[in-house]
Nanobody
């Protein structure tokens, strides 16, 4: 089992940047593929970005490609989401999640462990 704690959210103007961090407990962090999701009011929770166990493969939802970067540090047991050129439509609670199954995941159901979320608000 793994416990996840996100940090780094906040209020930023459009065009600005934030870096989210997700610290994982335990010694088996490298066994999990990791993902970032977001949940905006009135919308479904949506996949944002994912990364393989080694960090060698990453994938993104089209709306953030070229603006967001996911990466991980398996020594520090942490996954990051660097968000640049933020837009008001990026406003949401952002969650990190861990996947214990094989391969990579794009859906909420594909992840087993979740953090508590961190609020990102982008003002216009």
């Amino acid at each position: 089992q793994v416990q996840l704690v996100e940090s780094g959210g906040g209020l930023v103007q459009a065009g600005g940047s934030l870096r989210l961090s997700c610290a994982a407990s335990g010694r088996t962090f490298s066994r999990y593929a990791m993902g970032w999701f977001r949940h905006a009011p009135g919308k479904e929770r949506e996949f944002v970005a994912g990364i393989s166990r080694s960090g060698g493969s990453t994938f993104y939802v089209d709306s953030v490609k070229g603006r967001f970067t996911i990466y991980r540090d398996n020594v520090k047991n942490t996954v990051y989401l660097q968000m640049n050129s933020l837009k008001p439509e990026d406003t949401a609670v952002y969650y990190c999640a861990a996947r214990s199954g094989p391969g990579l995941g794009y859906t909420v159901d594909g992840y087993d462990y979740w953090g508590q979320g961190t609020q990102v608000t982008v003002s216009s």
